[in-house]
């Protein structure tokens, strides 16, 4: 018989397709990776999105809860002041401010026109 016998045939390197096809290929997964990137930045923005409104939110309701409770103790502590715990701290008051200056009765006392007490101390001149 006639014919071309092979006993061994091998590459030398590995086989490379052409470049236009590496270039597709190339480009292909290039495409692919720019379109997975997109969504992960796409969720990103929103989770970060979903999170400051989320924050936001928290922060309403804790000043709307902290104005409730400043609301509440006003309440409360409108509905406890009598007319004798004003008078108590008035005394209090004057109490206090004639110990300030240097813890001895005023020597002069002088009413205002709304009835109000003024207290001071008269220098002596020398």
Known sequence: MGGVQID???L????????????SINGKVSAEQDA?????ELQQFQTDANKKVVEAEGDAKA???????????NR????S???NILKMRALDNEHDAIWRWNQQMP??????????KLLFDVPVGK
């Open 36 to 40: 997975q990137r997109k969504v992960i």
């Open 81 to 83: 002041v009598t007319e």
């Open 107 to 116: 020597t002069t006392l002088i009413m205002g026109d709304s009835g109000k």
């Open 12 to 23: 030398i390197g590995a086989p490379r397709p052409p470049d236009q096809i590496v270039a």
């Open 76 to 79: 409360i502590l409108n509905a």
């Open 8 to 10: 061994q045939f091998g």
């Open 63 to 73: 000043q709307i809860a902290r104005a409730n409770g400043s609301a509440e103790a």
